[in-house]
């Protein structure tokens, strides 16, 4: 069975409006609707949170290595492929004198995006060095969040958590859109209770979850173990502050009640869908199929889907 994980390219994507903005009354026990901030450890000033880096191997240059010509600008593409034959110690300034004053804060961020599907993120964190210590290509939000992406893919939960601390120093404000990002990185390494501080650190900033930052919670509280109970306060409690959930809140869900093999809970979270009228797809299906077929129960999909027909929520 396929397991639902969120890509961080969504974590990315502007702040996305959810599926459906239907409410229903949400049949979960209310004491599960919100968690009290004592539940979770106090929140550190600077993230110094659980982490050690993986030992990675050096990239060295390789001049052989080269963008496919036509996938971005030409001087995206050169600077690129420059940097890709840079050598461990070769020189980042001067790869980019060339390009001084000509390239956009949205050219360096496909640059990221490039070495980031090259797994190459000693080149990535050398540049972003770089920029930092620049006035004409100072990082913006965005561009710090690429970088704590690409090195919480790599498990270098260190590095990400001390880029995510050195933006107050530079001054570029922090938002959901790089919160989101560094939750993404210690969720997706199987840290979330570090997950759950940092989205309690940000609304005690006054910086307001959304969908993404949810989804991106919730799948790693479900992924890492966190109990049934708790993942419902989650559901409950980003209901209350206004975000509704979507289809991959929903099928996160039922993917842990598949894995736990919740039957019960998962009839309740799939009726509180079709409910909210958020249509399924075929991981939806895949995850009722498993769990009741675990549990010997398959009669029970075919009556959960004929309700959801009958009420006008199947696709077709």
Request: with cysteine; charged share 20%; glycine share 6%.
């Amino acid at each position: 069975m396929t397991k639902l994980a969120l890509s961080y390219h969504h974590a990315l994507s502007p702040i996305l409006t959810p599926t459906s903005t239907t409410h229903s009354n949400l049949p979960f026990p209310a004491k599960f609707h919100r968690r009290h901030p004592h539940h979770f450890p106090i929140l550190r000033r600077s993230l110094s949170i659980v982490s050690k880096a993986k030992t990675r191997e050096l990239i060295l240059g390789n001049p052989s290595v080269t963008v496919e010509k036509g996938k971005y600008s030409y001087d995206v593409e050169t600077l690129i492929n420059k940097l890709s034959s840079l050598p461990p110690r070769g020189s980042i300034a001067r790869c980019l004198d060339a390009f001084k004053n000509k390239l956009s804060l949205s050219d360096f961020s496909h640059v990221f995006k490039e070495f980031a599907q090259r797994g190459d993120w000693q080149r990535s964190l050398r540049l972003f060095k770089y920029m930092q210590r620049q006035i004409w290509c100072k990082p913006n939000e965005h561009i710090y969040s690429l970088i704590i992406g690409i090195l919480g893919r790599e498990g270098l939960l260190d590095k990400s958590a001390e880029i995510f601390d050195e933006m107050v120093t530079h001054s570029v404000s922090r938002t959901v859109l790089s919160y989101t990002a560094i939750i993404n990185a210690y969720g997706r390494n199987g840290q979330y209770e570090a997950a759950l501080e940092l989205l309690e650190r940000m609304k005690s900033e006054r910086i307001l979850p959304n969908i993404l930052t949810y989804n991106t919670v919730i799948n790693a509280c479900a992924r890492g173990g966190y109990s049934w109970e708790g993942l419902l306060s989650l559901f409950g409690e980003m209901r209350h502050e206004g975000v509704h959930p979507d289809l991959v809140t929903y099928n996160t869900l039922l993917s842990a009640c598949s894995n736990r093999g919740l039957g019960d809970e998962a009839e309740m979270v799939f009726r509180t869908m079709n409910e909210s009228g958020v249509l399924p797809d075929i991981n939806t299906y895949s995850y009722l199929v498993e769990t009741f077929g675990k549990l010997g129960k398959l009669e029970k999909v075919s009556e959960l889907l004929g309700e959801m027909e009958a009420g006008g929520n199947l696709r077709r």
